[in-house]
């Protein structure tokens, strides 16, 4: 039984790997379209201090915007928005330190923000991990549940009524969140979210990655159903070559890297599905979207369960100490 725990999510999530690996070989990566400009507008970024995080900040502070990069690292922070503004002089860029596998440090965060009184037109959960080691965080969450989604559900609720009062009916404000095809691969346990009873960085990460394209439906249909103007989409870049491969296991790794050089996206077309999500005219007013190489795509099965939506953010709610309203 615990053999078959490990095995069967690995070797769905390497599935998923090899069907995207196939698409990529065949098809193009998606191509940005020219996008209107950002003057004024602000953006919090995630993980924006390299990949596909930093290449989303960049081109988003290119159009204009005024880009908060959210992240753990300090130094790696600073370095990131300084080069930022070098090459970008149409925006700004810069780096507020929040560790999104701490409800604490989510919360510090977000209060800060609001003390500025700043608006809020994007909001990119993009920040991830992926097959750690088993570990908890400081609440004693699973990590992959906590940093990939939990954390980024509690930032989004408590940005929500900035949000709201930022966008209009002609110009909504939009939050991108960056899913994966390995969410194909992925079963929502409700008994077991924090996978204490057996772990699998595999089934983990694949759990963390179908939470945040529920919670992207649901909470499109309750911002729609109270007429806000504000749209959420959940957003695959396909197989990028980052630091997020670095927990492979050491023969996985080996053969990846020959791989990477010919299969994998590079992170600036991997931060482009998450950029025309952002900043596109085609994208004004539409939400509930799961999207892949430039277009709208059906995600898994169980991602439209509605049953499992609802449960999924009341005990979201629970965990992180919020109101289900």
């Not at 097959?131 to 940093?147: A, I, M, P, Q």
């Not at 005990?315 to 109101?323: A, D, H, P, T, W």
């Amino acid at each position: 039984m615990w053999l078959l725990a490990v095995l069967v999510p690995l070797f769905k999530l390497y599935m998923c790997g090899i069907k995207v690996l196939l698409y990529q070989m065949f098809h193009r990566s998606f191509t940005l379209p020219v996008l209107p400009k950002q003057n004024g507008r602000v953006a919090i970024v995630t993980g924006g201090t390299r990949g596909m995080g930093y290449e989303t900040a960049k081109h988003l502070t290119s159009l204009g915007m005024h880009v908060i990069i959210a992240g753990n690292e300090r130094e790696e922070g600073s370095a990131a928005v300084r080069r930022i503004n070098e090459e970008c002089s149409e925006g700004k860029a810069e780096f507020v330190f929040l560790d999104l596998t701490s409800l604490t440090s989510v919360r510090q965060f977000v209060q800060t923000f609001r003390d500025r009184r700043l608006p809020l037109h994007v909001l990119i959960n993009n920040a991830g991990t992926m097959l750690v080691s088993e570990r908890k965080t400081e609440d004693g969450f699973e990590f992959h549940f906590c940093l990939n989604y939990l954390g980024h559900f509690l930032l989004t609720n408590l940005l929500l009524e900035v949000l709201k009062k930022s966008g209009s009916q002609s110009c909504c404000t939009r939050i991108i969140n960056m899913s994966s095809a390995t969410h194909y691969a992925g079963v929502m346990d409700m008994e077991d979210l924090n996978k204490r009873i057996v772990y699998s960085s595999h089934a983990a990460y694949s759990q963390s990655k179908l939470a945040l394209v529920l919670f992207t439906y649901y909470l499109q249909e309750q911002l729609m159903s109270g007429g806000f103007p504000v749209t959420v989409n959940a957003v695959d870049p396909g197989m990028v070559d980052t630091a997020l491969y670095d927990n492979l296991w050491s023969l996985a790794k080996m053969l990846k890297k020959p791989v990477a050089k010919i299969l994998f996206r590079t992170p600036a077309e991997g931060a482009s599905i998450s950029i025309y999500a952002a900043a596109a005219a085609e994208m004004e007013g539409v939400g509930g979207c799961y999207l892949y190489n430039g277009e709208k795509t059906q995600s898994s099965e169980l991602s439209y369960d509605s049953e499992l939506q609802v449960k999924l953010w009341k005990k979201s709610c629970e965990l992180v100490g919020l109101q289900e309203a």
